[in-house]
Every structure is written in structure tokens, then in C-alpha cells.
């Protein structure tokens, strides 16, 4: 089994910075995907940012240029660096592993852009 611990959500203003972090444990095998979803209220769950183990990554349109994602391997951490934080990135953001067809999920971390 793996397991996934978000943190870093919170509270920012816009135009403000956060980031989160995921920490994975358990049986981990090479190679493998980590990333970050978001899921607005009555929307459906999107893709932020993905990253291979071995240092590929794609984001999603909308983040582009502001959010960049990175990984610690020897610590089985990711991470997600959000700059100039909009309103339209209120979600509640999941981290992901993907490992030889099985997908674990993370249970979420809340950020919410507000003045």
C-alpha cells in the first residue's frame, strides 16, 4: 500500500504564494508519476501539474508560468510552488502517485484565494 500526506494549504490573498507538499510512504516502486489535481466546488477534478520520476513535467494551461512543481526523490516528496495566486485556484488541491497501473490519492489539502 502507499500513502499520501498533503500540507501547506491555507488562506492567501491574491497575488500571493503557497506551497504545498506531499509526503508518500509505503511500497514505492521506480518508475513512477507524481502530481497535483484541484477540485472547485461543483466542478470536476483537474490536473495542475505532473512530474515523472525521471524529471519530466506538465501543467495545465491556466497555471503555466506561475506554479511550478518539483520532487525529492530521496524523500518521496513533491511539491507545489503557487505564485500570483487568482481566485480561480480556490480548490481543494490532491496529491497523486501513479505507480505500475495503480493510482493512489492523497485526501486533500484546501487553498483558498481571497481578499
Known amino acids: 500500500q502507499v500513502q499520501l500526506v498533503e500540507s501547506g494549504g491555507g488562506l492567501v490573498q491574491p497575488g500571493g504564494s503557497l506551497r504545498l507538499s506531499c509526503v508518500v510512504s509505503?511500497?514505492?516502486?521506480?518508475?513512477?508519476?507524481m502530481g497535483w489535481y484541484r477540485q472547485a466546488p461543483e466542478k470536476a477534478r483537474e490536473l495542475v501539474a505532473g512530474?515523472?520520476?525521471?524529471?519530466?513535467?506538465n501543467y495545465a494551461d491556466s497555471v503555466k508560468g506561475r506554479f511550478t512543481i518539483s520532487r525529492d526523490n530521496a524523500k518521496n516528496t513533491v511539491y507545489l510552488q503557487m505564485n500570483s495566486l487568482k481566485p480561480e485556484d480556490t480548490a481543494v488541491y490532491y496529491c497523486?502517485?501513479?505507480?505500475?497501473?495503480?493510482?493512489?490519492w492523497g485526501r486533500g489539502t484546501q487553498v483558498t484565494v481571497s481578499s
Open positions: 497523486q502517485f501513479w505507480s505500475f497501473g495503480h493510482n493512489y
Open positions: 509505503g511500497r514505492i516502486f521506480s518508475p513512477n508519476n
Open positions: 512530474m515523472t520520476s525521471g524529471g519530466s513535467t
